[in-house]
C-alpha cells in the first residue's frame, strides 16, 4: 500500500493531467450546468417566444430565440443554445418535431448590423439536441429584414412551409425527409403577400389560410384557388380592433388564432362564426380593471387533443427600498386542455432527476478540477525553478509575458474610454436622425393610419417612402437602424408604420399609455434616450422622439434604435482583435529574435569547433529550415487571389480549378524531386543539394514576382518546388545521416521548431508586405531572403562521411524492394500519409470554417500562431521526455491518437469552440509526433539498408503527395456536410491506425516465436 501511495506521488504529473484532461472534457460538453444557478432544482423563463410539444416532448422557443428548452412532462432536461452562423441555429423563430424525435427549427441568420436578415433557415437536431444539418436555406438576395418563412409543418416524413416573394406570390414547399435536395413547389399569387401576411395555416385537404396585417382571415381553396374572406374585423368604430395573428389548423377541423387586437385566443368554425378559448387575462388571478393594461398573448400552439399553449407577460411594479419601484416583466407559459383546464401557468420548471444528479456531478469535477490545477501549477513551477532554463527562454518569457500585461492594461482603460465615446456617438447619431425624420412625416398622412385596413395605403406609403429614403443610406444600414411611428389611441400605444413591415398599422403595445414614458413625452414634447432597452425581441439602443404638427403639438412619436447586441458584439471583435493584433505582432518578433539567436550560437560554436570540415550538433540546420518555411509561407495568405488576379479568358481551365494550379504544381513538383534526387543526394552530398534547391528555389520566387499571367506564375511555381524538393530532401538526409538516435531526434526537433516558426512569421509578414506594397514584392523580398538560404547551406552545413562496405552496398535493397516492405508499407500508408491527411483539417477545413463562422483573418491565424508557440515551447521537453519513456513507436501511436480524439471532439460538437480544441491537439501532437515518426522511420533495420538520402527522399516524396491530396480528400468528404465528412475522415484514420496497432502486435509474437 505504502508503494502505491508512494507510485501515485511520484507520478502525480502525469496522472494528475489525465485526471484534468478527462474532466474538462466532461465540463466543456456539459457547460450549460453554470449558465444559471447551479444549485437550484428549477429553471425559469426569460423572454420567451413560442411553445411546441408532441409525444409528452415541449420545446420552448426562450432568451429572446438564442435558446431552446426541451421538457419531458414538463420537467426541464437540457438546452439547445442558439448564435450560431454554422453547426446550430442563429434565431429560432419556430420548432418542431417528428415522431422519431427528430427536432426542426425555424431559424434566421441575422445580419452583423443586427437587423436586417442574410438568410432563413430549416435547421435540424437529433433527439438528443445534436446538430444534424442544414435541410433548407432562403437566402435574403437584397439583405432585406422583412421574414419569408411562415408555418413550419413535420408529419409523415414530410417537411412543409410556406415561403413569401416580393413577387405578389408564395409558394407552399414541401421537403420529403428521404430525398432533402429536392422541393416540391405549389405556388400561389396575392398581392403584396409579402408585406401584409402575418402567418400561415394549411388544413388536411391542403387549402391554405392567411392572417394578415389588416386584420382578416382569408382561405384559398386548394382546388379552385379560389380566395375568401373566413374572418374580419366589424367594429369598423370601436376604441379596439381585431388582429388575428398566430395560426394553428386544430384536429377537429376549427381555426384558432392569436387576436392580439382584443387579446384573446380564439377559434374560428367553417362556418365563420368565431369563439373565445382564452379570454382577456384570463390566466391572472387578479385581473386590471383597464383593458390596456391586461396582457397581450404571444405565441400559439394546439395539440391534436386540442390543448392549447400560448405566452403572456405578467406585469406589476414593486416598491423598492428607496421608496421608489420598478415595473416587473414576468413571462409565463400558460396551458389549457380541451376541458378548459389550466395544466400550467408559470414561468417555472423542475429540472429531471438526471439533470441534478448531472448537475452536482459537473460541479463536484469541477472542483476537482481547479483543486488538480493547483496542484499541477505548483509542480511546473517547482520544476522551473529547479530546471536549468537558459537565459533566452527566460528573456522570451518574460517579453511576451510583459507584452501581453502591458495591452491588456493599456485596453482595458482606453476601451472603456473609447467605448463611452463610441456608445454617445451612436445616441446622437440616433438623436439626429430622429428629429431629421420626425420633421418629414407629414400631419395629413399620419392622420390617416389608424386602422389594421390602413396598413399599405397610400399615406403609410408615403411615410415610407419618407423613412426608407434616409434608412438607406449607406451609413444608416450599415449600422441596422430601424424605425417605428406610434399613436396614442383609445388610451393604447400603437405601433401604426415599421420600416421592415414589422408590426402592421395598428399593433397595440403592452402596458397603458397613462402614467407611461410615451404620455411624458406627448405632454412635454421632449426626446426620450435609452442605451440599453430589453425585450423579448431582443436588446437595443433607441431614441424615442415626438413628431409635431404645424401647431407644434405632438401627434405621434417616432422610434430610432439599432441592435445593441450587435454593437456590444462588434465593440468586442475590435478589442479582441486589437489584442490578437498586438499578440501576434510581439510572438512574431520573439520567434525572429529566437531565430537569430540561435544563428548566432550555431556560429559561434562552429567558429571554436577544433575540426570545422565534420557535422557538429544537428541544431545547426536549424536557421536553414526557418529561412527555408519563412520564404515559403510568405505567399501562403494571398497566393489563391494573386493566381486568379493573372488569369484570363484565354487560359485552357475555368478560373476555380486554374487558380489551385500554382499550390499543386508546387507540392507536386517537391515530391517528384525529393524521389529522384533521393538516389543521388548520397553522391552528389546534401550541401550541395541544398545549395542547388536554394537557387532554384529563389529563381522561382523571382519568376513569380515578374509574372505577367497564369502561366509563368504556374512556371515559377514548378521551378520552386524543384528548390523545394532538394532542400527538404537534403535537410532531412542531413539529420538522418547521424549515427546517434539522440542526434536524430535533436536534429528533427529543431526541424519541427523552426519550421513551424518559418511559417507563422512568414505568413505574417508575408501578408503585411503584400497588402502594403504588393504581391510582386513579396515575391523579390522572397527571393532576396531565399539566396540568403544560399549563404547559410556554405556555412552551416557540412557533408557526412559514410563508410559503407562492399556487402552492404551490394546488398541494398532497389527502390521497389524497399517500398514493398511490410515495415516501410505499414508505416506510409496506415500512419504517416493518413496523418498529414488529417493535417488539412487545420490548413485547409480551419479556415474556411472559421470564415463561415465570422471569424477574422487575424483570429484564423493567431490559430496558426498558437501551434507554433506550443510547438517551439514544448516540443523539446515533450520529445526528450516520451522518447525516454515511451520510445518512438509509442510517441508516435500518442500522436496519431490526439489527432482521432481532435477529430472526434469536433464531430461532437461542431463548434468555433471544439476547432480551436481540436487546434491545441493537433499543435502538441505535431510538437513531438513528426518527430517520433521521422525516428522511427528512420530508424528502421529497412530505412538503414537502402541509406539515408533514398530513404528521406521516398520520405518527402510521400510526404508531399500527402500534403497536395489532403485537401482534396477534405474537399470530396465534405460534400456529405461539415459533420459527416470529418465523421468519415476520422472513422478511416482510427480505423487504419488499429489496422497498425494490429499488424504490429502480430509482427511482435511472430518475432517472439523466431517466425519470419
Given at each position: ?448 393610419i389608424n386602422t389594421p385596413g390602413d396598413f399599405m395605403n397610400e399615406s403609410y406609403q408615403n411615410i415610407s417612402d419618407s423613412v426608407l429614403e434616409v434608412l438607406n443610406a449607406n451609413i444608416n444600414s450599415e449600422r441596422g437602424i430601424y424605425c417605428v411611428i406610434y399613436k396614442a389611441q383609445n388610451d393604447i400605444v400603437s405601433a401604426v408604420y415599421a420600416d421592415d413591415a414589422m408590426y402592421g398599422s395598428a399593433y397595440p403595445m403592452p402596458g397603458s399609455y397613462e402614467g407611461s414614458a410615451e404620455q411624458w413625452i406627448y405632454e412635454s414634447g421632449e426626446t426620450l434616450t435609452a442605451a440599453a432597452h430589453s425585450s423579448a425581441e431582443g436588446s437595443f439602443m433607441l431614441v424615442l422622439t415626438p413628431i409635431f404638427n404645424e401647431k407644434d403639438e405632438v401627434i ?176 532531412n538526409s542531413y539529420i538522418a545521416g547521424y549515427a546517434s538516435e539522440e542526434q536524430k531526434n535533436n536534429g528533427f526537433v529543431h526541424y519541427n521548431a523552426a519550421l513551424l516558426s518559418g511559417v507563422n512569421c512568414g505568413t505574417v509578414i508575408g501578408s503585411a508586405i503584400a497588402e502594403k506594397f504588393g504581391y510582386a514584392t513579396t515575391y523579390t523580398a522572397a527571393t532576396a531572403f531565399a539566396l540568403l538560404i544560399v549563404v547559410f547551406c556554405l556555412i552551416c552545413i ?215
Open positions: 500500500m505504502k508503494k502505491m501511495l508512494t507510485l501515485l506521488k511520484n507520478s502525480f504529473a502525469v496522472w494528475g493531467t489525465v485526471l484534468l484532461l478527462c474532466f474538462a472534457a466532461v465540463i466543456y460538453f456539459n457547460a450549460d450546468v453554470f449558465g444559471g444557478n447551479v444549485f437550484s432544482a428549477h429553471v425559469e423563463l426569460a423572454d420567451p417566444l413560442n411553445y411546441y410539444e408532441k409525444n409528452g416532448t415541449g420545446y420552448i422557443i426562450n432568451n429572446t430565440g438564442l435558446e431552446i428548452m426541451v421538457l419531458d412532462d414538463h420537467k426541464y432536461c437540457y438546452s439547445i443554445g442558439g448564435g450560431m452562423a454554422e453547426g446550430g441555429f442563429y434565431y429560432a423563430r419556430d420548432v418542431r418535431c417528428d415522431d422519431a424525435g427528430y427536432i426542426y427549427v425555424l431559424d434566421k441568420l441575422m445580419n452583423e448590423n443586427g437587423k436586417n436578415i442574410d438568410a432563413e433557415r430549416i435547421v435540424q437536431f437529433d433527439a438528443e439536441g445534436i446538430f444534424q444539418g442544414i435541410l433548407y436555406t432562403k437566402i435574403h438576395e437584397d439583405g432585406s429584414s422583412v421574414l419569408q418563412l411562415y408555418n413550419l409543418t413535420v408529419e409523415d416524413g414530410t417537411v412543409s412551409f410556406v415561403c413569401t416573394s416580393p413577387a405578389d406570390s408564395f409558394d407552399v414547399c414541401r421537403i420529403s425527409l428521404d430525398a432533402p435536395d429536392e422541393v416540391k413547389v405549389q405556388t400561389y399569387p396575392y398581392e403584396h403577400i409579402y408585406e401584409i401576411a402575418w402567418d400561415f395555416a394549411l388544413d388536411d385537404a391542403e387549402n391554405v389560410y392567411i392572417s394578415s396585417k389588416v386584420g382578416v382571415i382569408e382561405k384559398i381553396d386548394a382546388q379552385s384557388g379560389k380566395k375568401s374572406v373566413l374572418f374580419a374585423d366589424t367594429t369598423k368604430d370601436a376604441p379596439y380592433y381585431s388582429i388575428p395573428t398566430s395560426l394553428e389548423y386544430a384536429s377537429d377541423g376549427t381555426l384558432y388564432f392569436n387576436d392580439i387586437g382584443h387579446r384573446k385566443i380564439r377559434k374560428l368554425y367553417p362556418d365563420g362564426k368565431a369563439e373565445t378559448v382564452v379570454d382577456i387575462a384570463e390566466p391572472i388571478a387578479d385581473p386590471p380593471e383597464a383593458f390596456n393594461e391586461n396582457p397581450i398573448y404571444s405565441g400559439l400552439f394546439v395539440s391534436e387533443d386540442l390543448s392549447v399553449a400560448t405566452i403572456y407577460s405578467h406585469n406589476y411594479f414593486v416598491e423598492t427600498e428607496d421608496g421608489e419601484g420598478e415595473e416587473i416583466y414576468e413571462y409565463k407559459l400558460l396551458m389549457k386542455d380541451a376541458d378548459g383546464r389550466h395544466t400550467m401557468n408559470g414561468s417555472v420548471f423542475e429540472k429531471t432527476q438526471n439533470l441534478i444528479v448531472r448537475d452536482v456531478v459537473v460541479t463536484v469535477l469541477a472542483a476537482l478540477s481547479i483543486v488538480i490545477l493547483l496542484i499541477l501549477i505548483v509542480l511546473i513551477a517547482r520544476m522551473l525553478v529547479k530546471a536549468n532554463i537558459s537565459g533566452t527562454v527566460k528573456l522570451q518569457i518574460v517579453i511576451i509575458f510583459t507584452a501581453v500585461c502591458v495591452v491588456c492594461i493599456s485596453l482595458s482603460i482606453v476601451v472603456t474610454e473609447n467605448n463611452e465615446t463610441y456608445y454617445d456617438e451612436i445616441m446622437n447619431n440616433l438623436e439626429n436622425i430622429a428629429f431629421l425624420m420626425a420633421r418629414d412625416i407629414s400631419e395629413d398622412d399620419l392622420a390617416k405621434g412619436l417616432m422610434e430610432i434604435g439599432t441592435d445593441l447586441y450587435s454593437v456590444s458584439e462588434n465593440t468586442r471583435n475590435q478589442v479582441i482583435n486589437a489584442i490578437l493584433l498586438v499578440i501576434t505582432t510581439v510572438m512574431v518578433g520573439v520567434l525572429l529574435v529566437s531565430e537569430i539567436i540561435v544563428i548566432c550560437a550555431n556560429m559561434r560554436k562552429r567558429s571554436l569547433a577544433a575540426d570545422k570540415s565534420v557535422p557538429l550538433d544537428s541544431g545547426m540546420i536549424r536557421p536553414i529550415v526557418f529561412l527555408f518555411f519563412f520564404v515559403s509561407n510568405m505567399p501562403t495568405a494571398f497566393l489563391p487571389v494573386y493566381s486568379k488576379s493573372l488569369w484570363s479568358e484565354s487560359f485552357p481551365l475555368p478560373a476555380e480549378i486554374a487558380i489551385a494550379l500554382p499550390v499543386s504544381a508546387e507540392l507536386f513538383i517537391a515530391a517528384i524531386t525529393s524521389l529522384v534526387f533521393g538516389f543521388v543526394v548520397g553522391k552528389m552530398g546534401v550541401k550541395l543539394t541544398s545549395i542547388l534547391g536554394a537557387g532554384l528555389f529563389a529563381l522561382g520566387n523571382i519568376l513569380c514576382a515578374f509574372a505577367p499571367d497564369l502561366s509563368m506564375l504556374l512556371l515559377g511555381s514548378a521551378v520552386t518546388g524543384l528548390g523545394d524538393g532538394m532542400i527538404i530532401l537534403a535537410l557540412r557533408n557526412h562521411k559514410h563508410v559503407v562496405s562492399k556487402e552492404t552496398a551490394e546488398a541494398k535493397p532497389n527502390v521497389f524492394q524497399f517500398l514493398f516492405k511490410p515495415n516501410i508499407l505499414r508505416y506510409f500508408l496506415l500512419i504517416s500519409v493518413p496523418y498529414l491527411i488529417c493535417a488539412s483539417f487545420l490548413n485547409y477545413f480551419f479556415p474556411l470554417f472559421g470564415e463561415e463562422n465570422a471569424l477574422t483573418p487575424t483570429q484564423i491565424s493567431m490559430a496558426f500562431l498558437l501551434m507554433g508557440v506550443i510547438s517551439i515551447y514544448f516540443g523539446p521537453g515533450l520529445t526528450k521526455v516520451l522518447s525516454e519513456k515511451l520510445g518512438a513507436k509509442n510517441s508516435m501511436l500518442l500522436a496519431t491518437a490526439l489527432y482521432a480524439m481532435a477529430l472526434v471532439i469536433f464531430v461532437i460538437r461542431p463548434e468555433i469552440s471544439t476547432c480551436y480544441i481540436a487546434v491545441v491537439l493537433f499543435a502538441f501532437a505535431d510538437s513531438f509526433g513528426f518527430t517520433a515518426q521521422s525516428v522511427y522511420y528512420a530508424t528502421l533495420p529497412e530505412t538503414e539498408a537502402i541509406g539515408e538520402g533514398p530513404a528521406m527522399g521516398i520520405n518527402s516524396g510521400f510526404e508531399s503527395a500527402a500534403s497536395t491530396v489532403g485537401p482534396l480528400v477534405f474537399g470530396a468528404a465534405l460534400m456529405l456536410g461539415n459533420v459527416g465528412g470529418i465523421t468519415l475522415i476520422a472513422a478511416v484514420y482510427i480505423g487504419l491506425a488499429a489496422l497498425f496497432v494490429l499488424t504490429s502486435l502480430r509482427v511482435k509474437r511472430k518475432a517472439a516465436k523466431g517466425e519470419k
